[in-house]
């Protein structure tokens, strides 16, 4: 049997990982500020992490949600605690697209009404609907198209207010950054019109914190920045540290009914003890102070390239907007430095490290970058 080859690959062969660096199978090493799209927030095989699974796994690793699980309150409280919604109640799923999909499920139980407000370059996930509410006609299926979403340009006041006005909303779903969008930077003032908005016409605020949350933008939320509240938030990515577990935090006016929502994997064993893992580290390192620090630095240093069209984001969660003639930049970094970047089109780099990235480390990317952009030799 072949592999489905849906994933352009580089071809390089990961076999191992301490915090920021990877190695491949030759021995070379690698500066990850990528992170595996995000995912790695504590850093490769961080010992905490591989302790408390490796414990885990020698008492049991699965069973489902039909018995008492005490890690998942255990992760709920921790969670409750670190990201400071302590009244929120927590649900668990697998990955990102599956908990903006029960997100905007939810609130369609909730409200009894249809439409979903998207922004456009979103990107949701590749389940139903999540995919539906992604501005990607490319990778929505004639099964998942749905005139329940509307799309609307990305901070734009006024043409949330309009549409409000002409539809019965359920919820609208935005990304305090936009990722795969390219490292867009949802305004404060937006997020804050979104909240009235939707207290106003009785819908449900879904912040999507799969990429931009957990810590990563030198809060716990990046909608934190605007001073309010969703009523849910999804996460998946840093969660886990790699391992797959992703989940929505529900506000405590939504109430559960026994069957509204579930999964077979979801909350196991096995993911709640990654993902104590992952808040412990978060918690006693200080990592999310590391991440707006670092990135701070990062931004102020970028933004002194003259060659760069555009900086944008916050903390490690780094967008670097080049001209087409500096396309080749990326691919550079990775071969000739040994460096992982992640992209957005059409010349986006994107910088998503974990949470614990150095000075030191950040410094050897600049380093690299400047010789990069002033002594380019790569033909492409
Ligand atoms: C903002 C956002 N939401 C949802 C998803 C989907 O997450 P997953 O790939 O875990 O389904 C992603 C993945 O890149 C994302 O960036």
């Given amino acids: 049997m072949k592999l489905f080859d849906v994933y352009p690959i580089n071809h390089i062969n990961i076999v191992k990982g301490v915090g920021s660096l990877v190695y491949d199978d030759k021995g070379t090493e690698y500066l990850d500020l990528y992170g595996g799209h995000a995912v790695i927030s504590i850093g490769h095989t961080h010992p905490h992490y591989v302790k408390r699974l490796e414990d885990q796994l020698h008492r049991i690793g699965f069973y489902s949600n039909s018995v008492e699980i005490p890690l998942q309150t255990e992760l709920a409280e921790k969670l409750g605690h670190v990201s400071g919604k302590e009244d929120y109640q927590l649900f668990l799923c697998n990955s990102g697209a599956e908990a903006n999909e029960n997100a905007l499920k939810l609130a369609s139980f909730h409200k009894g009404k249809k439409k979903v407000i998207a922004f456009r370059k979103s990107f949701h996930g590749r389940t139903s609907l999540a995919v539906a509410a992604t501005d990607n006609p490319k990778i929505v299926a004639p099964v998942n198209a749905t005139d329940n979403i509307i799309f609307l340009p990305w901070n734009d006041e006024v043409a949330l207010e309009q549409a409000f006005e002409g539809n019965d909303i359920s919820s609208v779903i935005i990304e305090g950054i936009q990722g795969v969008g390219g490292i ?5 003032s937006f997020l804050r019109k979104i909240r009235s908005l939707c207290d106003a016409h009785n819908a449900v605020f879904i912040a999507d914190s799969v990429q931009c949350g957990y810590g990563r933008t030198g809060k716990f939320f990046s909608h934190d920045f605007a001073g309010v509240k969703a009523d849910i938030y999804s996460m998946a990515k840093g969660m886990g540290n790699g391992f797959p577990i992703g989940g929505i935090i529900i506000s405590p006016k939504i109430q559960p009914s026994y069957g509204m929502l579930g999964t077979t994997f979801g909350g196991n064993h096995l993911a709640c003890a990654a993902g104590l ?13 590391n991440a707006g620090e670092v990135g701070s630095y990062l931004i102020g240093e970028l933004k002194k390239f003259e060659q760069v069209k555009e900086v944008r984001g916050r903390g490690l969660m780094i967008g670097i907007d ?23 089109k059409p ?9 614990n990235l150095t000075k030191a480390h950040a410094d050897r990317f600049l380093e690299a970058f400047s010789t990069v952009l002033n002594h380019s030799t790569v033909t492409q």
Avoid: C, D, M
Avoid at 184 to 188: G, I
Avoid at 277 to 282: D, F, K, S, Y
Avoid at 324 to 335: D, T, Y
Avoid at 347 to 355: G, S, T, Y
């Fill in 322 to 344: 080049l001209p087409e003639e500096l396309a080749h930049a990326r691919k550079e970094l990775l071969q000739k430095h040994h460096i992982f970047t992640g992209e957005a």
């Fill in 347 to 355: 010349n986006v780099i994107r910088l998503l490290p974990a949470l």
């Fill in 184 to 188: 867009n930077v949802a305004s404060e």
């Fill in 277 to 289: 893992a992952v808040l412990e580290t978060i918690e006693q390192e200080n990592l999310i102070q």
